[in-house]
């Protein structure tokens, strides 16, 4: 309190945390904000409107906010003008400025096209606060969309209806909803326009969209997909992140024909153990997951896999997350983001016993990404060789030199005088665990 504040911003600097659909909103934001007239700032201490974007799913979320409220404080003793959006505005409300009276503005996830008019009863000096889970959707009070990179995110899904125990989306995101299909087309027509060459599907459950085509017809998500697939310009269509209960035949089948769909999937098992599955109330069993790697792999060998994994869920013994170790070298992922347990508050698996000590979690935690880390490298060391390509979509380091994506999301450098949006043909030379090298190729790949 007491900290000067310009109450007329005019510069804005989002910042976002957590997964790629916050990343999605944090960019729509932007364009929100300067439809408005506002300039985005380079840096954000700078900025005279600084809006986190926040992400809820692990750790001591909220207390991270708090903290990086306090570091938004200038030296001369002012502060910009200061709104927390995402999760931990969904999940916290009213509690936000509370603790932290510098906070003009708290927006959840699912009411922030009325930025504009919380900002303006901030000029004021009003605190404004939004967290409704309006039934008209946000999206169709958005600006269109603008200049994009090389590959862009479109949001399709939002919200679960899963309740998996330990997790906080239900609450923070909502009930499953899917966007209206002539929406999403026509936002991929207008990502395509502004430059992007691959977009990538999200939603919480990103495969369990559905909705009626435009001539009234039911479609699944392959559906969606299949659209997508027919638009001119677009190179690559990606999706994330999925439950393995809405991987239908048909979304399988759409890996082995849909050429534009990238030879990726994304799918979270959580644990290799049935007890555990059974307990965080996940509804599929190993086994049924280990079967719809099999289905997917015989229509398309080459997919690069992909997963998320919790150790250290209440109750999870050592020989329990032996299982988890088995699992993962039995499937052999390109790639998987592995978590320890973080009790969400309001959530089942909070209140159960049992609750897995933090050295404990630690050790797993470090096995787990050992394993996985070993399967990364020796993924990506097996496709040295190959000629595959490249989505061109950052400088590099050095000079003439550009970072892509690969189809099966490795990130290769090389030397080209091609142009960032461009794809090119590429030898792989030499792989990392985390990055690659490559040389472009004269004749085309094979
Ligand atoms: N603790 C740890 N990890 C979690 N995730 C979701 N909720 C929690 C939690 N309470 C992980 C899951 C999910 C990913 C997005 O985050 O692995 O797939
Ligand atoms: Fe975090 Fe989940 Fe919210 Fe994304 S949806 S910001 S991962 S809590």
């Not at 599929?284 to 997951?289: D, G, K, V």
Request: proline share 5%.
């Amino acid at each position: 309190m007491g900290w000067l504040m310009n109450r007329d911003p005019k510069t804005f600097h989002v910042k976002s945390f957590g997964c790629q659909m916050n990343m999605y909103d944090g960019a729509r934001m932007t364009e929100l904000l300067e439809a408005q007239g506002m300039t985005a700032a380079v840096d954000g201490v700078e900025a005279d409107l600084v809006v986190l974007n926040t992400c809820h799913i692990r750790e001591k979320a909220a207390e991270k906010v708090y903290s990086d409220i306090g570091r938004l404080k200038r030296e001369d003793g002012s502060r910009p003008m200061i709104a927390v959006a995402g999760c931990v505005a969904q999940a916290e409300g009213a509690e936000i400025p509370r603790r932290a009276p510098s906070v003009d503005i708290v927006v959840g996830p699912q009411a922030y096209h009325r930025l504009p008019d919380l900002l303006n009863e901030a000029k004021t000096g009003k605190r404004a606060l939004d967290t409704d889970m309006p039934i008209e959707s946000k999206f169709g009070a958005l600006p269109a969309r603008r200049k994009q990179a090389p590959s862009a995110f479109l949001t399709v899904q939002e919200g679960c209806d899963k309740f998996c125990t330990y997790c906080v989306v239900p609450y923070t995101r909502g009930a499953e909803v899917s966007r209206d299909w002539t929406a999403i087309v026509d936002e991929a027509k207008a990502l395509i326009d502004g430059g992007a060459r691959e977009i990538t599907l999200l939603g919480q459950n990103v495969n369990a969209w559905e909705g009626e085509d435009d001539k009234g017809r039911h479609q699944g998500f392959d559906g969606l997909i299949r659209a997508l697939d027919a638009l001119p310009g677009l190179a690559r269509i990606r999706y994330t992140t999925s439950h393995p209960n809405d991987m239908t035949e048909g979304l399988i089948q759409a890996h082995g024909d849909v050429e534009k769909l990238m030879p990726y999937l994304h799918l979270p098992v959580q644990s290799g153990n049935d007890r555990i599955l059974k307990a965080m109330n996940r509804s599929h069993t190993t086994r049924s997951y280990l079967a719809i790697l099999d289905r997917v792999r015989a229509v398309r060998p080459d997919i690069a896999l992909s997963g998320d994994f919790i150790v250290g869920f209440p109750g999870e013994t050592e020989a329990e997350f032996e299982d988890t170790l088995k699992l993962v070298s039995a499937v052999n992922y390109a790639q998987a983001y592995s978590f320890k347990y973080s009790p969400r508050p309001g959530t089942p698996a909070a209140d159960m016993e049992n609750q897995v000590a933090a050295e404990v979690m630690d050790e797993r935690l470090q096995r787990l990404q050992a394993l996985i880390n070993v399967g990364q490298l020796a993924f990506n060391q097996a496709t040295v060789g190959k000629h595959t390509q490249v989505l061109l979509e950052r400088q590099g380091k050095k000079p003439g030199q550009l970072i892509g994506k690969s189809p099966w999301l490795q990130s290769i450098h090389l030397e080209t005088v091609a142009k960032i949006g461009e794809i090119v043909d590429v030898e792989i030379l030499s792989a990392g665990p985390n990055s690659l090298a490559g040389a472009e190729l004269m004749e085309k790949a094979a």
